[in-house]
């Protein structure tokens, strides 16, 4: 498994980026369900009744086209008997105007729709940025598990060397025990190591969204030179903010426009049976407008929703400064881990050379034991900050790719 196979893995399988989708799906039909509030409402309702109630009584009647000259007796108008009835009616109605709440609610749920996919594109790029932790990572790990088994290879080497010496009364007993020390010293490290790898594979695997990672991890530890990268797209997160920031204007329209008067169109059509032949029908159109001329509550949420809309510019400049911030951090990251790689290098091999050197003089019987394994310490400790340079040095290219939006290792979504 490469790095870019990680990655592209992670996107289509990490349950937290799918859930991630799932609000933009979310989003996206919002967007949907206010872009219709332009359209009208049909309402159709059905019903039956029966009653004795004078006014209702009476009503039902006159609806049904079944009122005499009998009906306006007093006796019947004040004790008629029960009737039913049943039937029902189509309403059809339309907003003509608004006060611009309608327009405002769809632009917003358009801008928000447009930012969570956004937000969503930084979360992948994040989670990114994760894979290429995790992954090198447990490359270190099993780097520094290959260099543990050549320094315990060298320790047993010594052990028969300084053994065979000790036999011969050439060499001190303490000699042969301090090697056994440093041996158990190896063998602790050991098991740190493989700890290590372990928890980082496991940690690769939850990021892809499966159980520990069993495979070989493909790609190299040291990187190779950078190809020149392409102008960097605009950072996904800096898109959601300034998307936000106009989805607040549009609702602090919206709030405004609760202030405004409403004009609604309503066309209607009813019919009330006594039975099937004995029906009333009848149809209705109507204009009218409304208006709160005051509502303290109203004008509340207007001066909330504006202050909403102010807060989110302000959060929009704030994320572009810190935007800038973490560039210039992650250049500076970048110089230092390329230095400190170039600097471990050096103390690498020149550790690696004093340790032969050392040991040499050490079999002639021309140094003791204890500078051999200072020298073996010093080989150890190169091979830590080696390691630890080239993990920071992947890394810091990667949260530089992550600061500037350029496609993390390459990879697009």
Known sequence: MTVTDAIRKAWVDQAGLKAGQAMVDSRKAEAEGYRDLRLPTLTL??????????????GIKLNQARIGMADFNP???NHPDAIGAYGGSAVLQQPLYTGGRITAARKAGDFMAQAEAASQERRKQETALAVVQAYFGAEVAEQALKWVGDTETWVKGMEDFVGARVNQGL???????????FHAQVDAQKAEV?????????GLGLLLGQGPVDGALATPLEPGTPAPAAAPARRPDLVAAELQAKAAGEG??????NNLPEVGLELGAGTLHHSWSQKGDWTWAGVGVKWKVFSAPDLAKA???????????????????????ETRVAREAVTAAEARYAAAKDALAAAEESRR????????????????LDAEAAVQGARTLILQSLYELRVSRASLDLATGTPIEGVQP
């Open 303 to 325: 001066r909330a929703a504006k202050a909403q809309a102010q807060a989110a510019k302000d959060m929009q400049i704030f994320k572009e400064q810190q935007a800038e911030h």
């Open 252 to 257: 602090a329209k919206a709030a405004k426009g």
């Open 75 to 77: 006796l019947v108008l």
């Open 194 to 202: 493989v700890m290590q790898i372990r928890s980082a594979r496991s």
């Open 171 to 181: 060499m001190l007993e303490s000699e042969l025990q301090r090697l056994k020390a």
């Open 357 to 372: 050197l050392r040991e040499a003089r050490h079999k002639e019987g021309l140094a003791p034991l204890i500078e051999v």
């Open 45 to 58: 309702q059905a019903q039956g009744v029966r009653t004795n109630e004078p006014m209702m009584a009476f």
